[in-house]
């Protein structure tokens, strides 16, 4: 059990540290600006840029097990956020996003109660 345990959290950790990655990297800031804008973001630049770090501080920390409440719980609004904007006409997407949303929950506060 213990291992699955540690499994699940190194692959949630890689879904939000890969994410960020790829937005930074391939789809790069301004378009996923552009996509936030469309969204009706307001100053979709800055929101382009703090989902960014998000993800991919979220994915680091949570890879190392750090500040594990306070980096699920981003990595959650993330995908909550995402789920209700990007995938609400996409309710197979969108019950995905919630569900991960809820396996980070549960990650990082599994201990405290």
């Not at 930074?24 to 307001?42: D, E, H, Q, W």
Request: aromatic content about 14%; cysteine-free; glycine content about 6%.
């Amino acid at each position: 059990m213990k291992h699955l345990v540690l499994i699940n959290r190194l692959l949630l950790g890689l879904v939000v540290l890969v994410a960020g990655l790829m937005k930074l990297f391939v789809i790069k800031p301004s378009n996923v600006a552009g996509m936030l804008a469309g969204f009706g973001f307001p100053i979709a630049m800055f929101f382009a840029w703090l989902l960014l770090v998000a993800e991919i501080l979220s994915g680091a920390f949570i890879l190392a097990k750090w500040q594990l409440k306070y980096a699920a719980s981003v990595a959650a609004i993330v995908l909550i956020v995402a789920a209700f904007t990007a995938w609400w006409a996409d309710w197979v997407n969108m019950l995905v996003h919630l569900t991960l949303a809820s396996s980070y929950l549960l990650i990082g506060w599994k201990d405290h109660k």
